[in-house]
């Protein structure tokens, strides 16, 4: 009695695998188009290049954990939504990063996010006036997000130097250079924003504060 119904549980595996491989309208689900949108950096070209896999697949069957993985791996997507469009589209909406600095390591150079992610870099114009962080993205997070705090106006920096003493030295695009103490900076910093407010100090290029409760002006 064991053995038959094993027998028979088989036939009826079969049975089903070969009639569901037979049904012809299951052809017509075969994937021939991937559509995105809402991506502004990467071409659609640099995405599907990653994506050929999907071309063929049957959309009724197809597992989207391969695209989940794959879209993760390009750096400047911070996020996506993937949707069925029957009889044979998949599409993709694209959430791209937004860089906000960019890092300069030894000889290679990479942007950094909103979230403080390292993104590969590659040369795009509207992002050529992005200030250039010689340090690491760690350590620019904290002080980033301690400018922020104080309201210093970040977009009037050109140039962010981290030292191995543990300090910052700022560059603005007016050509000052403000050199902050390991300890304290914020103290500087917003004596800098003060002066700058209520005076003019435009033949001074060098705002020095490393020297506690002391500021030399070159």
Do not use: C
């Amino acid at each position: 009695m064991k053995k038959r119904l094993i027998i028979a549980l088989a036939l009826l595996l079969l049975f089903s695998t070969y009639k569901l491989k037979k049904i012809p309208s299951l052809s017509k689900f075969s994937i021939k188009e991937i559509e995105l949108e809402n991506n502004h950096i990467l071409k659609d070209r640099e995405i599907k290049k990653n994506l050929t896999f999907i071309y063929g697949s049957n959309l009724f069957f197809l597992s989207t954990s391969q695209i989940k993985k794959t879209l993760k791996e390009i750096s400047f997507i911070e996020s996506f939504e993937l949707k069925k469009s029957y009889p044979d589209k998949i599409k993709i909406k694209i959430f791209e990063k937004k860089p906000i600095a960019i890092l300069q390591d030894k000889k290679n150079k990479f942007y950094i996010s909103q979230n403080f992610d390292l993104i590969n870099y590659k040369e795009l114009e509207k992002y050529e006036i992005l200030p250039i962080v010689f340090g690491n993205e760690k350590n620019f997070q904290v002080f980033y997000n301690e400018l922020k705090k104080i309201n210093f106006p970040i977009n009037t920096i050109k140039k962010y130097y981290f030292f191995e003493s543990k300090r910052w030295d700022l560059e603005t695009h007016s050509k000052i250079l403000i050199k902050l103490p390991s300890q304290n900076y914020n103290k500087g910093l917003k004596n800098f924003m003060e002066l700058s407010k209520d005076y003019n100090f435009d033949k001074y290029k060098v705002f020095d504060y490393r020297i506690n409760n002391q500021l030399i002006l070159k």
